[in-house]
């Protein structure tokens, strides 16, 4: 479809049926932009780049690797790295640095995960200070806690 071209003038397709949104620029339930990228609310703490490297991530996840329950559990990691600690990669690029980062771990982190972790777990959309409020499950909630912890032990050490 050309740029001029009036949805009046277009036969079928998809024009104009998500309120002015086109097939360039699509966002359904307000978590995805035309670029790929997710956004989820992560309570404004994420202002700035990461200041951690992915190896610190990956210990911090060994040390609670007990508290995972499955490979979804990397959902919340994610959004904790998110909204605590600045993380600014999209779902999808998260995934795919993590992946051969975690072949050696219990429940590894691959393409799909996170994204699956946040679909079949809906509290975790929300910003991680109100998922208790929420209703999130105690395992998430756990996780939550220790993460955190394990994450600013981590990058203690390595100052």
Request: contains cysteine; glycine residues 8%; aromatic residues 8%.
């Amino acid at each position: 479809m050309e740029q001029d071209e009036t949805p009046q003038a277009r036969m079928g397709g998809i024009v104009n049926y998500f309120q002015g949104a086109t097939i360039n620029n699509l966002i359904i339930n307000g978590n995805m932009n035309k670029y790929g990228t997710e956004h989820y609310q992560s309570g404004g703490k994420a202002e700035q780049a990461t200041s951690y490297s992915d190896e610190q991530v990956i210990e911090a996840a060994k040390r609670c690797q007990a508290l995972f329950w499955a490979s979804s559990a990397w959902a919340v990691v994610y959004r904790i790295l998110q909204s605590d600690f600045g993380e600014l990669r999209n779902v999808s690029q998260f995934e795919t640095d993590m992946e051969q980062l975690t072949q050696q771990m219990d429940w590894r982190c691959s393409a799909g995960t996170i994204t699956m972790g946040l679909r079949n777990n809906p509290v975790l959309r929300d910003k991680p200070e109100e998922w208790k409020k929420n209703g999130a499950m105690s395992r998430i909630l756990i996780l939550q806690d220790d993460f955190g912890k394990a994450m600013k032990e981590v990058l203690r050490e390595n100052l």
